[in-house]
């Protein structure tokens, strides 16, 4: 080959090489922002089965006043349709659950329950849960659990509505002046309801140390007794009796407390793994969007996703290993990951401009995140 040749064999590998590295290798996958349809925060979103998102958008107005609007958002397309809105005196609505098939939300607006469909019509209204009321919609859609009433210090229960009728049943009974009440629900494997027996008074319990199951008509059955001196706050169900929990336990020397997000065999009793999040420069479990509790993460496949904020009030998104608690990744500036039904796609916040951004990409690996 002459030195003629040699130059166009260079020159077409340099192109090649150019080519591959910034037309393939660098290709990145597709990535759309949701634009709010309207003025305000996003302040929450939650996936329904048709790839649509629900969103919640705060607006603070003047003389004190929010409006909350509640959209269903395509975050493809970017059509939108709204559902509710409200306006009030320092009262925002919050999504406390949301059950896709029929086509309901359960929404939290000042100290009661609402239950609407698509369209904004309230369907049920449960006054006077209170302001720190939890709820959650059944797997089959067809029964409402909630807390009430859920104020400070007062004898909470845990209740369930029949959606199709708005039949009540209240499935524990503490009074005032008893050490506990409810706290954390969730809904179990056999249709009944977890919950959490938190303690009743005082200003650092927070959380309880026994989770029970209870159904209609049924005693509460203990299903873990949480060790030592720490305090279950929030918790998801995995599969084979094993939970995702984020509890607290009082640190004599820092003279607070220390949370904790951890994996249990609660059938046997048994610590898998607990990752103290301030010891990693986190100093707290961010609240979930759609409950205003402890958030447990999103799993997806064998890793965990799940938002802190840091020493200096960013978030953070951290990857963990759901098997053994490894810190996979920390991404900063990320956070409040919700996968798509189908676990294809992931919508989250990214914070590293003027203002929080709402992407939504494929969700191939987690890393893919920034």
């Not at 336990?249 to 610590?271: C, Y």
């Amino acid at each position: 080959m002459g030195n003629k040749g040699r130059l166009i064999f260079m020159s077409l590998l340099i192109i090649g090489i150019f080519v591959f590295y910034f037309f393939i290798a660098e290709e990145k996958p597709p990535e759309y922002i949701v634009a709010p349809p309207a003025e305000g925060t996003i302040k929450e979103y939650i996936w329904i089965d048709n790839n649509k998102i629900i969103l919640n958008l705060v607006e603070k107005e003047d003389e004190g006043q929010i409006r909350t609007s509640i959209f269903e958002q395509d975050p493809f397309s970017g059509e939108s349709k709204e559902i509710i809105s409200t306006r009030g005196w320092r009262l925002e609505t919050k999504i406390l659950d949301i059950a896709a098939d029929p086509g309901f939300l359960a929404l939290k607006k000042g100290d009661e329950i609402q239950v609407v469909d698509f369209s904004g019509e309230i369907i049920h209204q449960i006054e006077e849960a209170g302001i720190n009321t939890r709820a959650l919609f059944s797997p089959d859609y067809k029964y409402l659990a909630y807390t009430s009433p859920a104020e400070w210090e007062m004898p909470t229960d845990v209740l369930v509505m029949k959606l199709d009728t708005g039949e009540k049943k209240e499935l524990t009974s503490y009074q005032f002046g008893q050490e506990y009440k409810a706290g954390a629900i969730g809904w179990g494997p056999a249709g009944d309801v977890f919950f959490v027996e938190q303690f009743a008074f005082g200003t650092l319990t927070l959380g309880g140390q026994s989770l029970y199951s209870v159904e209609p008509g049924a005693e509460k059955k203990l299903l873990w007794e949480v060790p030592g001196e720490e305090q279950l706050i929030g918790f998801s169900s995995l599969e084979d009796g094993q939970i995702i929990a984020s509890f607290v336990e009082w640190d004599d020397e820092a003279m607070n407390t220390q949370l904790f997000v951890g994996r249990f065999d609660i059938e046997n009793n048994e610590k898998k793994w607990a990752l103290a999040l301030d010891k990693m420069g986190d100093r707290e479990l961010w609240n979930d969007r759609h409950t205003g509790y402890p958030d447990c993460g999103q799993l997806f496949k064998d890793q965990l996703l799940i938002t802190s904020i840091d020493q200096d009030d960013k978030f953070n998104l951290l990857v963990l290993d759901v098997d053994k608690g490894d810190v996979l990744e920390k991404r900063e500036q990320a956070g409040f990951p919700r996968l798509s039904p189908d676990k294809e796609w992931v919508a989250y916040q990214n914070f590293s401009g003027e203002k929080p951004v709402l992407k939504v990409i494929p969700l191939t690996d987690p890393a893919n995140m920034r």
